[in-house]
């Protein structure tokens, strides 16, 4: 299993930013794809952004486009979701994931961590 630790997770108001980050345990990030997705409660569990390790390219669900991104940083190790004018709907546990599979696709991604809380509210 390929485990990943997210973090930074924490209450924001509307219109509000956070950055989240997420590192892999015991493995480095090389060729892996990696990608965040998130969970409301209730609801099924979603894709947010995706960075693909075949070809180096991001790709982001529509419904964050321009509010969220999404970058890597080899040298420390870590992701991070960048998210910026934040609403209520996007309260949601997150989180990110590692797949081996090349080029990837959002069913690739299936180990998961705990998450971080991302509460939008006032």
């Known amino acids: 299993q390929l485990e990943m630790k997210e973090s930074g997770g924490g209450l924001v108001q509307p219109g509000g930013s956070l950055k989240l980050s997420c590192v892999p345990v015991?493995?480095?990030?090389?060729?892996?794809?990696i990608a965040w997705f998130r969970q409301a409660p209730g609801k099924e569990r979603e894709g947010v952004a995706l960075?693909?390790?075949?070809?180096?390219?991001?790709s982001y669900k529509d419904y964050v486009k321009g509010r969220f991104t999404m970058s890597l940083d080899n040298t420390k190790n870590t992701v991070y979701l960048q998210m910026d004018s934040l609403k209520s709907e996007y309260s949601a546990n997150y989180y990110c994931?590692?797949?081996?599979?090349?080029?990837?696709?959002?069913?690739?991604?299936?180990?998961w961590g705990q998450g971080t809380q991302v509460p939008v509210s006032e």
């Open positions: 960075f693909s390790g075949t070809d180096a390219t991001i």
């Open positions: 015991g493995f480095k990030l090389g060729l892996y794809s």
């Open positions: 994931a590692a797949s081996p599979v090349h080029p990837p696709v959002w069913s690739d991604f299936d180990s």
